[in-house]
């Protein structure tokens, strides 16, 4: 009797089964890019503001009130990092999907759609990307492909004067850079013609505060042979 009643209720249960709404498996998420302050005192999210476009939102974690920190009505903000400096962020935007990355610097301090964001690099076709951010210094290493699409120079951004020094002079490496968490650029990587990658560390002859690609300032550090790069690739990085 028991199993009768049993069989009868799971039955019922597929004939209520309703199909799952296609656009919440399919629609943007409402929050996303959810992150904790390095001091753990807020949390800041990515959210669509009133007309739908992506925007950064922050709450602090011991109270409930939630408040918006930029004030886009017509792009995306497609990301963003806290950085070491309290209440200083790096977001990024770029233009319909062109992944041209734009950079800015914001002070969340006051938020208002006055306090107009410190623009790092808008520059169309250029792509700025956040190469080191160790939540601790006032500085960041950006990477702009300004002088040529295929490769990044790196800068050094001072998050409170806004002054970049430009660190790296890159005409030769992907951006593929491993920066200690002193924000020293340590490995560089470079594919060899028989598909194998080879990293690079700084020679001797190498300045560490003006880097460049000049061949004698480069010494091989590793060989990665075709079939052992995928792993190989991500045990380095995870140190
Ligand atoms: C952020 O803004 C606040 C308030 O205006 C100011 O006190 C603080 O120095 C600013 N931080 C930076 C890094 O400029």
């Not at 476009?53 to 922050?58: A, G, L, P, R, V």
């Not at 497609?78 to 990024?92: I, S």
């Not at 790196?154 to 593929?176: A, C, G, W």
């Amino acid at each position: 009797m028991l199993r009768y009643f049993l069989a009868i209720t799971f039955l019922a249960s597929f004939i209520n089964a309703q199909i799952i709404p296609r656009d919440q498996l399919f629609s943007d998420p409402k929050y996303s890019s959810v992150s904790l302050s390095p001091d753990g005192s807020i949390i800041a999210y990515l959210a669509p503001n009133e007309k739908g476009i992506s925007n950064i939102f922050t709450k602090c974690v011991t109270c409930q009130h939630t408040k918006v920190v930029t004030f886009d009505n017509k792009r995306h903000i497609n990301g963003f990092q806290w950085t070491g400096v309290p209440n200083v962020m790096l977001y990024y935007q770029d233009l319909d999907g062109d992944e041209n990355y734009k950079l800015y610097k914001l002070n969340i301090t006051n938020p208002s759609p006055q306090n107009e964001p410190h623009i790092i690099s808008d520059r169309p076709g250029v792509k700025a990307a956040i190469i080191a951010n160790n939540l601790v210094d006032r500085r960041v290493l950006i990477g702009l492909n300004d002088e040529n699409p295929a490769y990044h120079n790196v800068y050094e951004l001072d998050l409170y004067t806004n002054e970049m020094t430009r660190i790296f002079h890159n005409k030769r490496f992907p951006p593929q850079i491993i920066v200690d968490n002193d924000l020293q650029i340590r490995l560089v990587a470079e594919e060899a013609d028989d598909g194998s990658l080879i990293y690079l560390r700084p020679s001797s002859k190498a300045n560490p505060r003006k880097l460049t690609s000049d061949k004698d300032t480069w010494v091989q550090y590793l060989k990665v042979s075709p079939e052992d790069r995928p792993l190989t690739l991500e045990l380095i990085l995870d140190n």
